[in-house]
């Protein structure tokens, strides 16, 4: 069974830039989560969808950050303008909804903002 | 708000001896507690999960005991082997694994 796959690996860019990372969840997993792993700290989750549908974006800076999980498989995190402070591992993760059921996460893309 | 706290961010322990990690939560309605293991460059990967109905579940050299009264959990591995060298984190759920909340982590040594 393949895992969470995400892209880029790697990342860097200029402050007030955009970026944008990509994730393609574990088949069949219909709960998606991102997030957000600065040096040294626990993952934070940014967002969770449920399908298409969000069902938790209270810690997603809504003014810089946006993600869409448009037709309820493959998920984009934009960052636009990004910040200094912006500068962290992002993971992404999936699970198949039940609650004992664990998240997978994939491998993060780390982005470096200069 | 830190719900989740790892408060020791290293630990080194001798190979073939028990390493005991600790975790710290302050949101009584947790109830489901995971730990995940990463390696650098890779995603967590999970390890043992725990209900708030258990106070211990164990899997292979793995086990974790759950004290609800002093709301804290820790993680046993035992023996330690040098491929257990990794970050480890603890996670806490209300309602179960859907939404987590991750300490902060405790990077593990093995020594040989």
């Known amino acids: 069974e393949a895992g969470v796959a995400q892209s880029p690996r790697y990342k860097i860019i200029e402050k007030r830039q955009s970026v944008a990372f990509w994730c393609n969840p574990i088949s069949g997993h219909a709960t998606l989560y991102w997030y957000q792993q600065i040096l040294g700290q626990g993952p934070k989750l940014l967002i969770q969808?449920?399908?298409?549908?969000?069902?938790?974006d209270s810690q997603l800076p809504k003014d810089r950050f946006s993600a869409e999980r448009l037709k309820g498989v493959d998920s984009t995190l934009k960052i636009q303008p990004a910040k200094l402070e912006d500068s962290a591992v992002y993971l992404c993760?999936?699970?198949?909804?039940?609650?004992?059921?664990?998240?997978?996460f994939g491998p993060g893309t780390r982005l470096t903002v200069t | 708000d830190q719900q989740v706290k790892q408060n020791s961010p290293s630990l080194s322990v001798q190979e073939g001896r028990i390493s005991i990690l600790n975790c710290d939560y302050t949101n009584s309605m947790f109830d489901y507690f995971l730990w995940y293991k990463k390696y650098p460059a890779e995603g967590p990967t999970f390890l043992i999960s725990i209900s708030s109905i258990k106070d211990k579940n164990e899997d292979g050299r793995f086990t974790v005991f759950l004290n609800k009264s002093a709301k804290h959990l820790s993680l046993h591995i035992v023996p330690s082997q040098p491929g257990d060298s990794a970050v480890y984190f603890c996670?806490?759920?209300?309602?179960?694994?859907?939404?987590?909340?991750f300490g902060q982590g405790t990077r593990l040594t093995i020594n040989p």
């Open positions: 969808f449920q399908n298409n549908g969000v069902v938790d």
């Open positions: 993760a999936s699970s198949s909804g039940g609650l004992a059921n664990e998240q997978y």
């Open positions: 996670a806490a759920g209300v309602g179960g694994a859907q939404k987590l909340v």
